[in-house]
């Protein structure tokens, strides 16, 4: 849930960056544009939820391969 909120995040910054130039309007009194500040945060988001779901995938793969493996074959006691 949290990759696909990152990315979605990300989409809507950049195509805010992207669609308006006064989206933060006490940058432009400053005298900075706000484009590379929404297009560095969708950059960070997007990257940060790509790495999210990554992770996310190795660990549902890993959590099922561990309980596969762990009952192949049973344990026998052995006699002391």
């Known amino acids: 849930m949290l990759p696909v909120?990152?990315?979605s995040c990300a989409a809507v910054t950049g195509s805010?960056?992207?669609?308006?130039?006064?989206i933060y309007p006490v940058?432009?009194?400053v005298g900075v544009p706000s484009i590379?500040?929404?297009l560095s945060i969708a950059l960070?988001?997007?990257?940060?939820?790509?790495?999210?779901s990554i992770i996310s995938i190795i660990?549902?793969?890993d959590r099922h391969s561990v309980q596969a493996t762990m009952f192949l074959e049973?344990?026998?006691?052995k006699p002391c």
């Not at 805010?16 to 006064?22: K, Q, R, V």
């Not at 960070?44 to 999210?52: K, N, R």
Request: with cysteine; glycine share 10%.
């Open 59 to 61: 660990e549902y793969i």
């Open 16 to 22: 805010a960056g992207i669609a308006t130039e006064n």
């Open 27 to 29: 940058l432009t009194l």
């Open 5 to 7: 909120l990152m990315l």
């Open 74 to 77: 049973p344990k026998e006691q």
């Open 44 to 52: 960070v988001l997007g990257i940060s939820g790509i790495l999210a």
């Open 36 to 38: 590379p500040l929404c």
